[in-house]
């Protein structure tokens, strides 16, 4: 059977790709493994999942918090009421990402293994099936660290921790990325000892130290434990694990439960990538700056592409490759207003090229800063530790920030916007906000620039034009 286009992978970037194609009129296959994974690692084991478990854990935090004004809180937490809440919203979702909707649709779905048959075919389930074009969107699974004793055992991973019905007492979360912060500040609320272990100097390495800090802080105040510079070595049985500091001191820590987020493993095994002429170089596929493999009628989009493993990257891909398929001037693709968050309590947001970055282009920039204890929304709402930093060129556009507080997820926003649309910081001071919205802190943190334009002489000018 021929298509005009062949997607392995329903998740973000595949669904993206071929609901588009087929609205757009082309004969579109699309393959996963089972109905069940069509979603992704997004809805079934990622986003989706993790957030409603977040969300339960902030009303657990606010119930416990409420006893400061009289309420009494008591009992304990029902973990496997808890996951059925985190079950129920993922099934909401699915109702519109599993195979005979997209049927309905007009997309040909097919569930099975694919595999390449030759540059422009893959076989699925014994049957073969050629594509003018394919995209591989097969994402990314945990990776499983080399640690002696591992095998011996019962270890969790994003994908199967939210089907737990019973609250670990003492947890070891294995990485200090965002899904092991996220989850095991989750644990914490609940009522588990959590104690992340990390191997560098800091966790959420991909942060502002100083932003990282804050969120330390904050977490170890809801008593979480974290052990840096620090290395699993040996499970010596099912709830003793070792580990060693950078100084070579060894230490034995007891657990009722381990989650390893240690990090990732594309999902590109087993595709017979050699039959379609796909090189890979160190588990990776080679992308080129278009997205196209070695076989230019292969393009690879999302995790499976090895560049940032979040859900929204994939669709910076899928809108990529289908700007590529139409127009004759390509696009090249380009990280340099992705923005991200990290959905703790408070959260940590970040847009547009950091200071490393800056620095290695030589891009000119100065540094502005809000520390939060003067925002009023911030103080009425206990969040007065929060903080916000933005680079600004010196024509005033917003080159890149973080921010740190309670929603800063959404607070960013328009942040991220004037990143993207390449707008001045003066749209940002000419705006009147609501008062006292917390997005006035987008406003204040960009107030110095203004400020410095009030020099003696202009003063002097205004003393001179005031009737």
């Not at 009494?72 to 079950?87: E, M, N, Q, T, W």
Request: hydrophobic share 40%; net charge positive; aromatic share 8%.
């Amino acid at each position: 059977m021929k298509y005009d286009i062949i997607c392995i992978g329903a998740g973000s970037g595949g669904l993206g790709t071929s609901m588009f194609m087929n609205k757009a009129g082309f004969k579109v296959l699309l393959i996963d493994k089972s109905d069940r994974s069509i979603g992704g690692d997004c809805l079934n084991h990622g986003c989706v999942p993790s957030k409603a478990l977040i969300h339960s854990s902030r009303l657990v935090q606010g119930a416990r918090e409420s006893k400061e004004f009289g309420l009494k809180v008591d009992g304990k937490i029902d973990l496997a009421k808890v996951s059925r809440y985190v079950d129920d919203k993922r099934e909401v979702i699915r109702e519109h990402e599993n195979a005979n909707y997209l049927r309905k649709l007009g997309l040909d779905v097919v569930l099975g293994a694919a595999k390449f048959n030759s540059k422009n075919s893959v076989v699925v389930n014994g049957q073969e099936y050629f594509g003018k074009k394919i995209v591989i969107a097969t994402g990314s699974r945990p990776m499983i660290p080399n640690i002696k004793g591992i095998e011996k055992i019962k270890y969790y991973t994003n994908e199967n921790i939210f089907e737990l019905d019973k609250l670990p007492n003492k947890m070891i979360v294995i990485g200090g990325g965002p899904i092991g912060v996220e989850l095991g500040q989750c644990f914490q609320r609940f009522g588990s000892e959590v104690i992340v272990i990390q191997r560098g100097p800091q966790f959420l390495p991909k942060e502002d130290v100083q932003i990282a800090d804050i969120l330390r802080k904050r977490l170890e105040k809801e008593g979480m434990r974290f052990m840096f510079n620090t290395s699993p070595l040996e499970f010596t049985s099912k709830n003793e694990l070792i580990v060693e500091d950078k100084n070579g001191k060894k230490s034995k820590l007891k657990f009722d439960l381990v989650l390893v987020s240690a990090g990732r493993t594309l999902n590109i095994d087993n595709l017979y990538l050699d039959k379609a002429g796909i090189k890979v170089n160190e588990s990776k596929i080679i992308v080129d700056n278009y997205l196209r493999t070695t076989n230019k009628d292969v393009l690879v989009i999302g995790d499976a592409a090895g560049s940032y493993q979040f859900t929204h990257c994939a669709e910076i891909h899928v809108r990529l490759i289908l700007s590529n398929f139409f127009s004759p001037f390509k696009k090249k693709v380009s990280y340099d207003h992705l923005s991200w968050v990290t959905y703790t309590t408070p959260e940590v947001a970040t847009f547009g090229l950091n200071i490393e970055q800056l620095n290695q282009r030589k891009i000119k920039y100065r540094i502005l800063e809000k520390d939060f204890k003067d925002d009023d929304r911030a103080i009425v709402d206990n969040a007065s530790y929060g903080k916000a930093k933005v680079y600004v060129d010196n024509k005033g556009k917003l080159l890149g920030g973080t921010m740190i507080a309670e929603n800063a997820g959404e607070v960013f926003q328009e942040l991220v916007l004037a990143n993207s649309a390449g707008l001045n910081v003066n749209h940002l001071f000419s705006k009147i906000y609501p008062y006292p919205t917390a997005s006035r802190i987008n406003q204040a943190v960009v107030k110095p620039i203004f400020e410095g334009k009030l020099t003696p002489f202009v003063k002097k000018l205004f003393k001179l034009l005031y009737h």
